[in-house]
Structure formats: C-alpha cells, structure tokens
C-alpha cells in the first residue's frame, strides 16, 4: 500500500531520495513471520513503515545528506536508531529528502530536488527534515525519522500538519548521524499523532525507554493524507 502511494504521490512531492522496495518488502515478510507469533514477538512498529531522513547512516543504502559531494556514499554500519527500529520490526521504505546537510529551513535546498508540500505543491513543507514531514502528512510512510538542529523537525511538522519532536538531549544515539551542529543535533520522529510519535519514541530511546502510555486502538497506523 505504501510503495503504491509512494509511485502515485512522491512524482509531484519529492519526499524521497531513495525508496527501498526490495528491502521494505523483505522487512515486511519479517514482520509478518513475528506477528504470526514465530521467532521474536512483535514490537510497537513491527510492520510500520518508516523513512529515515537521508543524513542518518543506513547500512548498504546510500546516503548524501541531500548533497551531491556524497553522491553514491553506502556506509558500512547502520546509525544506532536505524538497528533499533530494524530489531523492533520497523519496515524501512526509503531516505528522506532534505536541505544539503540539513542547512536550511524551507527545504529548498537539496542538491537533487526541492520537497513541495502535499498539501499545495506550491509551498514550502519546511525543513530540513522536509522529505520525512512531507511523507508522513501524504501517507507515503506511517512514521519517519528526521534530525533537529534548530527546528529542523518542528518547523517542517507544523509546516506539514503533522506532529514531530526534538528529544532531549542524549535521550537517542546521535552515532550514525551526518553532524551539523553536535551539541545541539538531536535525531527524532515525525508522525501523524503524538502517540505515533511517541511510540518510535519509545523505541529509539532505548535502554532509557521513554515509557509513555497510551491505550492501543486498532489500525490507528492506517490514516491517509492529502
């Protein structure tokens, strides 16, 4: 469903750098053999899709950061938040667009293409985390991951109509992460609610688990966007 919204939606959007077909399909049937009960039990995103902001390293997916000086870079290790959101079961669809090494605030600024907002292709969907916002406010993915260095989830969020939060520092691994400013650099979610968001939370805080508490509704994942 996601990869068919993907090829519909991101022509006229941009949100993607890279998508991820063989790998989120791969990952699905993962999920789908620990939801069945086989192997280790689900967590709270087995099965959800997820983009990872183009500046967060992903083992053997490329990653530029938005920038052609890393055009064709494939790092050898996955940032710590990536292995957490794979050893919880999350479906890794694709890289998300952003300004060239996150400088930037409208999105406007990546070397391969501007991200447009989904809902008037017209504007800005804000930045740097713009691709991540973007995708999550159109259904191209359930949930994403994008870095805050001054706003650079906040702003795109409510630029987009979604939710996105900068954690405290230290609460999540900034190891993996292409630096802008590492005193201040902080990796987090963008999702549709602030439960959504708090369950990649959750998930990405680990060992010091963010522990919110929230009562699960059923498909509350299967939302559509503009």
């Known amino acids: 469903m996601v990869l068919d919204r993907i090829d519909e939606i991101d022509p006229q959007v941009s949100a993607y750098l890279q998508v991820t077909p063989d790998l989120a399909l791969s990952q699905a049937r993962d999920a789908d053999t620990r939801l069945r009960g086989i192997g280790a039990g689900p967590g709270p995103l087995t099965g959800i899709p997820v983009m990872i902001k183009d500046n967060i390293s992903t083992a053997g997916v490329a990653t530029t950061a938005g920038s052609r000086m890393l055009e064709g870079y494939v790092p050898p290790y996955n940032a710590t938040v990536v292995e957490l959101l794979q050893a919880d079961g999350a479906v890794m669809v ?66 987009c109509g979604v939710v996105g939060m900068k ?42 688990r963010a522990r919110f508490d929230f009562r699960e509704e059923p498909g509350r994942w299967l939302r559509q966007g503009p």
């Open 94 to 159: 694709g890289k998300g667009n952003l300004d060239e090494f996150a400088m930037g605030s409208s999105n406007e600024n990546s070397a391969f293409s501007p991200v447009h907002n989904p809902w008037d292709t017209g504007r800005v969907p804000g930045g740097s985390s713009g691709g991540a916002a973007a995708a999550v406010a159109a259904s191209m993915c359930f949930a994403a991951l994008g870095s805050d260095t001054g706003g650079s989830i906040r702003q795109p969020a409510a630029l």
């Open 167 to 208: 954690p405290t520092y230290g609460l999540v691994s900034r190891y993996g992460l292409i630096a802008f400013a590492s005193s201040l650099d902080q990796i987090g979610p963008i999702a549709r609610e602030v439960r959504d968001c708090a369950d990649v939370l959750d998930v990405i805080a680990r060992p010091r």
